[in-house]
């Protein structure tokens, strides 16, 4: 009886459901976190092709984009090694999803979830003996995040679980003659679609660099000119479609320029009072601003960072000091013990810049109160130049 009762209660929920029409359907669907659509998808045959369609996929990706604009981003993502417990055996490299908030005053980062990385590359078929330790972490919008591999890259959506190769290598044959360093240096999609994206790949020399651009429209790589002087190390800078990197040209440190878009080169001037910059020092985006962290050293424990943001791209008398850090009290030269990886408001609304330290840890200062905190997530991969966003869900496929 029960049995009967409870098939013909699912029949008339059913049809209910089938009542309505299909713009409501999908705004009530949207609002949903994306592992519940994923199960949405197994309700019926109707709903698995609705739920599928770029049309519904989109609006998911822009109701989330409108929540996490109209809150503080505070879920982020981080490449570091996981070991085993007591000992350091079997370290691999895992993805941290962690979430910041305030508990008793203090600035706490708590871990959600972690993704070991060879899991994603084994269901692409790499092979189980590369070295892991090779791998770069770019973010081409948010709710994807992609990695560089050695010359490989891989698109991965954390909400789906799903990855896809991306392109195949350059033709380094033709590169690795004359060149010591070939790396990725980033990754640009044209829209949050998937559809037109670009990789770039730097070769450099001595006194001389090249760009190898690979163009997913017309699947194939193409050389740029070369660009001399002297590259201070692969470490770019993605700002609104444009690829920055420090170079010294002519015995001057300059920051050159390449338009994801157009691939035409420019070139942009540091401040005239920041003529000592260097190749310890790091360029980063203040809220979509071009800015770099300028280190001063007086002595061994006399040292602050000097922030010095481009109020208006592309125009050199533009730069501004906006904050300066003072770091006195260590004993450690001060280039040697972090490296700037991301700015972000709190959530009082105050500016702060998070640091990776010589140990492999995170701090994150109050530019305002000059307060460290440290965010208790050790073991940072050697190579952790960035701090990726999750603020947004997509139910983008990658099949």
Sequence with gaps: MDTRSNQKKRMVDNTQISLLCED??????????AKDVLQCRSVCKEWNILLR???FISLHYNHSSQISNASSSSHFILLRKA????????????????????TNNQLVATIDKEVDVS???????????????????FSPFDGLICFGYGLHVILYNPSTRESQLLHNQPHLSRLEIGFRVVRILDVW?????????????????????????????????????????????????????????????????????FDARLETFGQLEFPLSTSDYNMDSDLLSFYGN????????????????????????????????????????????FLSLFRPLKFWKNMEGQNELWLKTIDK???????????????????????????VSNNVESLLSLK
């Design 83 to 102: 070991y085993s417990v007591p000992y350091n055996f079997g370290a691999k490299n895992v993805l941290t999803f962690f979430t910041l908030k305030k």
């Design 290 to 333: 071009l800015s770099f962290l300028r280190p001063v050293i007086v002595d061994h424990k006399t040292m602050w960072g000097e922030i010095w943001v481009m109020t208006e791209y592309g125009v050199n008398e533009s730069w501004k000091k906006i904050y300066s850090i003072p770091f006195n009290g260590f004993s450690l030269f």
């Design 53 to 55: 369609t770029p049309h």
């Design 189 to 257: 999609f044209e829209s949050s679609t998937k559809q037109h994206y670009k990789v770039f790949m730097m070769a450099i020399s001595s006194d001389f660099c090249k760009i190898e651009t690979y163009d997913s429209t017309v699947n194939s790589w193409r050389l740029s000119k070369d660009i001399f002087g002297r590259v201070f190390r692969i470490k770019s800078l993605l700002l609104n479609g444009i690829v920055h990197f420090c170079m010294e040209r002519d015995s001057v440190s300059v920051i050159v320029t």
């Design 361 to 387: 840890k995170i701090l994150v200062v109050n530019l305002d109160t000059h307060k460290f905190t440290n965010l208790e997530l050790d073991c940072l991969n050697d190579k952790l130049w960035k701090i």
């Design 24 to 33: 409501l359907l999908l705004d009530i669907l949207k609002r949903l976190p």
């Design 119 to 137: 899991s994603i590359l084994s269901s692409l078929c790499f092979p189980s003996n590369m070295d892991m330790d090779d791998i770069q972490l």
